[in-house]
């Protein structure tokens, strides 16, 4: 039987479509897609994503721990911070990738991807010290996502924060009529936002007071469309164990330098040999293309590689996607066929993001 999340009633009571997802029945969508994409892009939207984990990874030893399981410097984030991580098989590939927020020198919360959140678990339990629990409070855990240019007027209105005090996966207790949240400046559509996590009661309590102020509902369609114009990868998709982070050009994300962790020497070798695969994204000149088309090489017709994720951008009014080619083949604006069942299609390659929003745009200027 699906799981279902504490939300579920209050969805079902506005006509929510469901879709079944990592083994939970989730809103897809409650008006439509594109409206529901829009409403982020151009105002604020709401999401239930009380699927994906919540774990507690606490005791002496834990910073050793997580130094031990990402691939990222954990001693380099500050308490009440978090940081976008990955995890990696001892191939290199990766075995998931979620937000790690330290709650404490000593203390951490783990977002892990739902279908990937008993793996983790028992991942970090086989590496970890007596002195260390680990707690999967998934069941007990509502997951809101607040995304939106106006999501910071809704976080002061709602819950009397002040939106400048939250640096970039800032991490928050908070109480507001008497209900407790935990409050995170993070999301998944490339729009300024906020995720949330409460007990059943109090994400209730705050579910109706964000639609009562006017945030959209949203569901996973919306939420799929809005990363893929992001070039935000999705675990199973972009990410498996079979790709390594160098291949999915997340090496930002490998601190070599720190120490050992599981993966390194792997990855070190794979950086010595060189990279036969790239991740890409890709502009449509027509058509949409799908999980699994093949990528054709536009002059001799050979296969280069394939798509791993593929839609519409409701913003280019395009088809867009992701999918890994041969290095070689890696040059923007490359010209592409793309086999979608039986027909070929036309595309480029292009720069991830797909669009810019304020706040990429403004993360852009400061790397440049």
């Known amino acids: 039987m699906l799981k279902r999340t504490p939300l579920y009633d209050a969805e079902q009571a506005m006509n929510a479509h469901f879709t079944e997802f990592a083994g939970w029945k989730m809103p897809l969508y ?146 507001v009529n008497g209900y407790e949240y935990t409050v995170m400046k993070s999301g998944y559509t490339g729009e300024n936002g906020y995720e949330i996590i409460a007990a059943p009661k109090g994400a209730r309590y705050a579910w109706d007071a964000l639609l009562g102020s006017g945030v ?67 502009v449509m000149d027509e058509g949409i293309a799908r999980d699994g088309s093949t990528i054709l090489d536009k002059v001799n017709f050979d296969e280069i590689g394939w798509v791993t994720s593929g839609g519409y951008s409701p913003v280019l009014q395009a088809g867009i996607g992701l999918g890994y080619i041969k290095s070689e083949f890696y040059q923007i604006g490359l010209a592409i066929y793309l086999r979608v069942r039986d027909k070929l299609l036309q595309g480029h390659l292009a720069e991830r993001p797909f669009i810019y929003t304020p706040k990429t745009r403004i993360t852009q200027e400061k790397a440049s």
């Open 30 to 175: 409650y008006s439509s897609i594109i409206k529901e994409h829009m409403a982020v892009r151009t105002s604020v939207g709401i999401f239930d994503i009380s699927h994906l984990g919540k774990l507690f990874i606490k005791g002496q030893g834990a910073t050793a721990l997580m130094q031990c399981l990402i691939a990222s410097d954990i001693e380099k984030v500050a308490v009440g911070c978090g940081t976008y991580a990955i995890y990696c098989n001892e191939n290199g590939g990766v075995l998931d990738d979620e937000i790690v927020y330290r709650l404490g020198p000593d203390e951490y919360l783990a977002v892990p991807n739902a279908a990937r959140t008993e793996f983790i678990k028992t991942w970090a339990a086989g590496h970890a010290p007596e002195t260390v629990t680990i707690t999967n409070r998934t069941p007990e855990l509502c997951l809101l996502a607040l995304q939106g240019p106006e999501s910071d007027t809704i976080l002061k209105n709602v819950f009397h924060e002040n939106p400048a005090s939250y640096k970039r996966y800032a991490v928050r207790h908070v109480v």
């Open 216 to 282: 959209t509902p949203c569901g996973l369609g919306a939420r799929d469309t809005l990363r893929l114009e992001m070039g935000y990868m999705l675990y199973g998709h972009e990410l498996t164990p079979a790709i390594t982070p160098l291949e999915a050009r997340l090496e930002r994300l490998v601190a070599f330098d720190k120490g050992d962790f599981i993966g390194r020497e792997a990855l070190l070798e794979q950086k010595r040999e060189g990279i036969d695969k790239r991740l890409i994204g890709f």
